[in-house]
């Protein structure tokens, strides 16, 4: 599910049933990991940074899929720590969330979030079946590496952060 208007609806009120998607480009700073954004629309100061991301609240949230680049990206010398995009989303109450580690071939990308989704839709309707984000995302990325054995630069980008 789509928050409609990007991070700046995320910042403004709760998430539409706990579940947020962004496909879009992201900003990360290795130099300065809190200053990274998710930049959906409009000019990039408009788009909350990290730092702004992690100081939200949103106790229904449940399942962020940050469809952007460099969405866990730090520098090597912090490669222990974690201010990143992704860890901003777990911060404000997201306790699963799906980034990236470099730079994401839309194509993929797509096909991956696709595979995900189909495995966290219950047959009935309903909300998504979150608890599974993981075992899912590993399936949409193996379906993917089957067909990409040699080019894992396509599919090991994705990472799930949560329970």
């Known amino acids: 599910m789509c928050v409609g208007g990007g991070v700046r609806h995320v910042a403004a009120g709760p998430v539409v049933g706990g579940d947020a998607h962004f496909a879009c480009h992201a900003v990360s700073d290795p130099q300065r990991p809190s200053n990274g954004r998710l930049m959906p629309h409009g000019p990039a100061d408009a788009s909350p940074t990290v730092r702004d991301l992690a100081r939200l609240c949103l106790p229904?949230?449940?399942?962020?899929?940050?469809?952007?680049?460099?969405?866990?990206?730090?520098?090597?010398?912090?490669?222990?720590?974690?201010?990143?995009?992704?860890?901003?989303?777990?911060?404000?109450?997201?306790?699963?969330?799906?980034?990236?580690?470099?730079?994401?071939?839309?194509?993929?990308?797509?096909?991956?979030a696709r595979g995900l989704y189909e495995r966290l839709a219950p047959d009935e309707g309903g909300p998504l079946s979150v608890e599974g984000t993981a075992r899912a995302l590993h399936r949409a990325v193996c379906e993917v590496r089957a067909d990409h054995p040699r080019t894992p630069s396509l599919w090991a980008c994705q990472v799930h952060t949560g329970p």
Do not use: K, N
């Open 60 to 112: 229904g949230a449940r399942l962020a899929y940050l469809s952007a680049c460099d969405t866990m990206r730090i520098r090597a010398e912090l490669a222990d720590g974690s201010v990143h995009l992704a860890s901003a989303f777990q911060m404000a109450g997201f306790p699963h969330v799906v980034g990236s580690l470099w730079q994401v071939d839309d194509t993929v990308g797509a096909r991956i």
